[in-house]
């Protein structure tokens, strides 16, 4: 009973950790990037930032926590998304909560299959390689650009698509590497702390 305990404690605290940076990351997008990217690129879609600090946090807890980062990040984009976003229609906000929340393990898995291993090997403590976290974050990137835009762009316009896709891949893309740089002067400081 108490192993019981344990595991349930340690899965509503990651969910709710992991749901806290994604609305954290969420609301620094909402509040800095897009009235940023509103004034000096105003053509992109409203719905995809040039910066998307939320993919660093898809990625890294999927890396770390694989399978059960999806609530996490499912409670996230769906707390971010009716707060921040104003989405009220229940059925898109269930479809992007999905998708943000499962992407990223299905993703992973692929990748798996494909003797690409993009998770942290917790037995040797040993971090995937950067490159194979950018692989594995462009994949990513892509399977949720594309599942994004089939929800939200309501046009068969082949360049506003590809003009949208184009955008969540590289907001995503440089929200991962800015997510990773802010996780590295993190750790970095958090050791010199601990010396």
């Known amino acids: 009973m108490k192993r019981l305990w344990v595991d349930l404690s340690g899965i509503v605290l990651s969910t709710a950790a992991i749901a806290a940076l ?19 690129l105003p053509g992109i879609s409203d719905y995809a930032s040039l910066i998307f600090l939320p993919h660093g946090v ?4 999927t890396i770390v926590l694989r399978s059960r980062a999806i609530p996490g990040l499912f409670l996230g984009a769906l707390v971010s998304n009716s707060l921040l976003w104003g989405v009220t229609d229940p ?14 393990w299905l993703v992973f898995e692929a990748l798996y299959a494909l003797r ?6 917790s037995s040797t403590a040993q971090v995937p390689p950067l490159h194979t976290i950018l692989l594995a974050g462009l994949f990513c990137s892509f399977a949720n650009g594309f599942l994004m835009t089939a929800v939200l762009e309501h046009t068969t316009e082949v360049q506003h698509i590809t003009l949208t896709m184009a955008t969540f891949s590289v907001g995503d893309m440089i929200g ?7 996780t590295f002067i993190g750790l970095k400081f958090f050791t010199e702390l601990s010396k």
């Open 22 to 40: 994604y609305v954290a990351a969420s609301a620094i997008v909402y509040l800095v990037f897009r009235p940023l990217q509103a004034i000096f």
């Open 176 to 182: 991962l590497m800015v997510s990773w740089v802010i």
């Open 91 to 104: 059925a898109i906000l269930i479809s992007q909560a999905v998708i943000a929340g499962a992407t990223s």
């Open 116 to 121: 690409i291993n993009p998770y942290y090997l």
């Open 58 to 61: 898809r990625v890294f807890a």
